[in-house]
């Protein structure tokens, strides 16, 4: 009995040092738990601190400018404003013709169009003179007193064979006027991607009003004022567009071109034409008309006298004078016009040329001005246009 007491007193004390034990460390652990929320929350607040003082120090060095009273009144900073005027200037005026847009993405920049009609600028009506070339211009001397005194109401654009550098003086008007460009052949479909890549590139400067399509063999039969206010003042582009129902008009017509074009809307006319700007979005923003040309008219079809007078034809006949303002002399026959050399060059040939009796539309009266540039001259021609330029010219 005294056994069994003895037994049960130490199982008491084993229970209640047992318990001791348990507390104790329930206790530690609970010291520890609270010590580590402690530091964590102290650790928290610093870092939080430290990030949110850091980015203050950020926000001043790069968003804030101090006040000019900051150092006398108060430390308080004001935001520096941004000059938004030669950001819009640069995007409607590019003072540049050079970029890397592809094709594809100058196409596109090109066909955008303000919904709202009134500009946030002044704007003035120029006239872009695109020059699609095989290489040099050897009139720059004439275009250059052409131009001379216009400075604000023309923009030159020249397309010519890559890695081609136009030699001129920084003073003239053609300096740094390449667009980027690429080869382009004769009778194939590339002569129009070399039209249209001229037009998107002159659409980039919003005060492109008209666009006048040139070659090198060009030359101007009228003074600067005269051209640019024939162009600005007219109501109809100036596209030659007409039904030829020989083999080197109608003929030229693919069936694949069905249903879409057909051969009641194929027209023919001259490559160089002068258009108002609304014209110009519609031909680089077409890919519809564009594409079956590209794939079904082939260089015997010479898409360059076809694309173009049948798209005007098809959409947008009522703005079209159907007439070109170059005059060409095709008297001889055969695929190209007439060369007008040195010794064609007279005062009396440039005067018919100027006014040869010939009537035309122009707005809703008649015109004895029907053409304003002429084609196809020599180089060697160029001493005698200058020196008739002021007598006949007048510029």
């Not at 206790?27 to 607040?45: D, K, P, R, Y």
């Not at 150092?71 to 941004?82: A, C, D, Q």
Request: with cysteine; charged share 20%; hydrophobic share 35%.
């Amino acid at each position: 009995m005294a056994r069994n007491r003895d037994d049960f007193d130490k199982f008491q004390m084993t229970s209640m040092r047992d318990s001791s034990i348990g507390l104790l460390k329930l206790l530690l652990i609970l010291i520890f738990f609270v010590t580590g929320v402690v530091i964590g929350l102290t650790s928290n607040s610093h870092i939080t601190w430290y990030f949110s003082l850091q980015a203050e120090q950020r926000y001043n060095s790069y968003a804030l400018a101090p006040s000019s009273s900051s150092s006398s009144n108060n430390s308080y900073n004001t935001i520096e404003k941004l000059d938004c005027s030669s950001i819009i200037d640069d995007y409607v005026h590019p003072k540049t013709v050079t970029h890397s847009m592809s094709d594809d993405e100058l196409f596109w920049r090109a066909s955008m169009v303000p919904k709202k009609e009134e500009y946030p600028f002044t704007r003035v009506p120029t006239v872009a003179f695109m020059f699609l070339t095989k290489g040099s211009l050897p009139f720059i001397p004439l275009w250059e007193r052409f131009f001379n005194g216009h400075e604000k109401l023309y923009s030159i654009y020249v397309h010519s064979p890559p890695g081609f550098d136009l030699n001129v003086s920084t003073t003239s008007p053609f300096y740094n006027r390449q667009i980027p460009s690429q080869i382009v052949e004769w009778g194939s479909v590339t002569l129009v991607d070399g039209e249209r890549r001229l037009l998107a590139n002159a659409l980039l400067d919003f005060s492109n009003e008209r666009f006048v399509l040139l070659s090198e063999s060009c030359i101007p039969i009228y003074n600067f004022s005269t051209v640019y206010n024939y162009l600005t003042g007219s109501l109809h582009s100036f596209v030659e567009s007409y039904d030829d129902p020989s083999r080197y008009g109608r003929g030229r017509y693919s069936r694949s071109m069905r249903p879409t074009i057909k051969l009641s809307d194929w027209r023919k006319g001259s490559q160089w034409f002068e258009i108002h700007r609304s014209i110009a979005v519609a031909i680089v923003s077409d890919t519809k008309y564009y594409d079956i040309f590209r794939k079904y008219c082939k260089p015997s079809c010479y898409p360059d006298e076809h694309y173009i007078p049948t798209l005007l034809n098809m959409l947008y006949g009522s703005l079209n004078s159907n007439r070109t303002v170059t005059y060409v002399d095709w008297s001889i026959g055969g695929p190209h016009p007439a060369m007008f050399e040195k010794s064609n060059v007279t005062l009396g040939f440039m005067r018919n040329i100027r006014n040869n009796g010939t009537v035309c539309g122009y707005n809703s009266d008649e015109s004895n001005v029907c053409y304003l540039f002429a084609r196809k001259f020599s180089p060697d021609a160029l001493d005698s246009l200058l020196g008739m330029a002021s007598t006949v010219m007048n510029f």
